[in-house]
Every structure is written in structure tokens, then in C-alpha cells.
């Protein structure tokens, strides 16, 4: 479903002619499903973190695609949480595996 999720974003982003920041951030995120995916298969890495990464990036989307229209105070939340979200990603990414 998300690589046809992915097809149909690349036939709108051929058909309109141009591409977006938005057309891209979400295609990073299709990306990042897919790699999930692989990873819980092959059992390589960890699979806990590619939901941190595709939270990162929904969060960045987020704030991209709203910040003009935002208040200030939550840019810097979401920021926060982007923060805190890369510390738990680095945490994990370091423990030994068993």
C-alpha cells in the first residue's frame, strides 16, 4: 500500500510539472515505511528505531507546512520534540544488541 501510495504521489507530482517541499517530505516518508519494513523482515537493525525517524519527519513536514501560520510557542514544541525524539533514537541506535 505504501509503494502505491508513493506511485500515485509521483503521477500527481508528474502531472501538476513542478515539485514541492510537501511533495517531498512525504515522499521521504514513504521511503521511511518502506525501509521499516525491510528492516522487521530482514531482521537487521532495530525496528524501533524507523518509527522515531518517521516521527522526526512527519514533525518536520508539519512544521514546514504550517509555520507561517503558527504560533511560535508551538514551532518551538514541536522542535522540542523533534529534540527529544533524536536523543531516544540515539539511545537505542547505541545499546548493545542481543
Do not use: C, H
Not at 30 to 51: D, H, K, N, Q
Amino acid at each position: 500500500m505504501t509503494l502505491s501510495a508513493a506511485a500515485n504521489e509521483l503521477f500527481g507530482v508528474y502531472q501538476r510539472g513542478n515539485v514541492e517541499l510537501a511533495d517531498i517530505l512525504l515522499l521521504f516518508l514513504y521511503t521511511e515505511v518502506v525501509a521499516m519494513v525491510l528492516v522487521s523482515y530482514t531482521g537487521r537493525g532495530s525496528p524501533f528505531v524507523y518509527p522515531i525517524f518517521i516521527a522526526i519527519t512527519a514533525i518536520a513536514r508539519l512544521i514546514v507546512l504550517q509555520g507561517k501560520e503558527m504560533n511560535p510557542q508551538n514551532i518551538v514544541f514541536e522542535a522540542g520534540a523533534i529534540v527529544l525524539l533524536t536523543i531516544a533514537a540515539t539511545v537505542l541506535m547505541r545499546l548493545p544488541r542481543e
